[in-house]
């Protein structure tokens, strides 16, 4: 019995000990687990508070930016569609230059306008300063001056430290004033004003007598053309792409309006040609 007793008093003490140890082993798993837990709540609530943040930021960024987009679009048309936005510019400007000359130059109503005069400008604008001119100024100027795409998009002051750019922008208003103006632009304007105000319907009649009044003019239009494009030119060469083209424009309308005034009557040349406008 004694050695029983003393099994007895040696195991309870350890079994009590193990009892004891076990609570605090528990209760610090317990504890632990509970923390991770509410760790584990409080970084998933942050996370789905950030991403709700991130998705309201998203949503409003982009409305925003619909807005803009659609607030914007009518201003942007001209960059992201140059050569359309162009287009209807020239044939916008010219007929409504020569309209604007016919009225108040010359004193007209608009029931003695001559539309068959504004017709002229209408497929000149269209044709050839809407269509002709860009392929010209942009496309064929492109591979000619390499640098025109770089220098246009360059800063004055950077611009300033470009000679090839410099250079490749005086060649530009050089072929202006001594090749497209005077050797393409006028011939090819006498040229459409015949086609549209002659009597004959033979293209080779059209050039011949068109050539024929250039000849005539010559010496007044291009003194009246090297004062206006040769510093217009400066000026326009140095201009973003997007821009260049409108600026044009611009100070066609008060070209168009000079060359309606002096050069947009149709005059017939001979007593036949006066005998079949006057059957018309």
């Given amino acids: 019995m004694i050695g029983m007793y003393r099994t007895s ?8 000990r193990r009892a004891n140890a076990n609570p605090v082993r528990v209760f610090h ?3 632990s687990n509970a923390k991770s837990a509410s760790e584990a709540t409080v970084q998933s609530s942050k996370g789905t508070a950030t991403k709700t943040a991130a998705e309201a930021s998203s949503k409003s960024t982009g409305t925003a930016s619909s807005g803009s987009s659609s607030g914007g679009g009518i201003l942007s048309f001209p960059k992201e569609h140059p050569f359309s936005f162009q287009l ?23 029931d003695e306008v001559d539309w068959k005069r504004n017709g002229i400008f209408v497929v000149f604008g269209f044709a050839y300063l809407g269509g002709f001119q860009w392929w010209l ?13 770089k220098f246009a998009k360059m800063s004055f002051a950077e611009k300033l430290k470009y000679p090839a750019g410099i250079l490749d922008a005086m060649k530009m208003v050089a072929f202006d004033v001594v090749v497209h103006l005077p050797m393409i632009y006028f011939p090819t304007y006498y040229t459409v004003k015949e086609f549209v105000g002659g ?18 003019n010559m010496k007044e239009d291009l003194t009246a053309m090297i004062k206006l494009w040769g510093p217009s030119d400066c000026i326009q060469f ?20 000079y060359v309606s005034f002096t050069r947009g009557a149709i005059e017939p040349e001979s007593p036949e040609e006066v005998a079949v406008l006057e059957k018309v």
């Fill in 199 to 216: 009597t004959s319907w033979n293209p080779v009649d059209w050039a011949q007598d068109g050539v024929a009044k250039y000849t005539k």
């Fill in 137 to 149: 100024m942009v496309t064929k100027y492109r591979q000619w001056f390499p640098t025109m795409d």
């Fill in 9 to 16: 008093s040696v195991v309870a003490p350890r079994m009590i």
């Fill in 238 to 257: 140095v201009l973003p792409l997007h821009i260049r083209m409108p600026f044009r424009h611009l100070v066609s309308f008060f070209w168009t309006a």
């Fill in 88 to 110: 209807m510019v020239a044939t916008g400007k010219t007929s409504g230059a020569d309209l604007l000359t016919q009225v108040v130059a010359e004193g007209k109503s608009l």
């Fill in 29 to 31: 798993t317990t504890k």
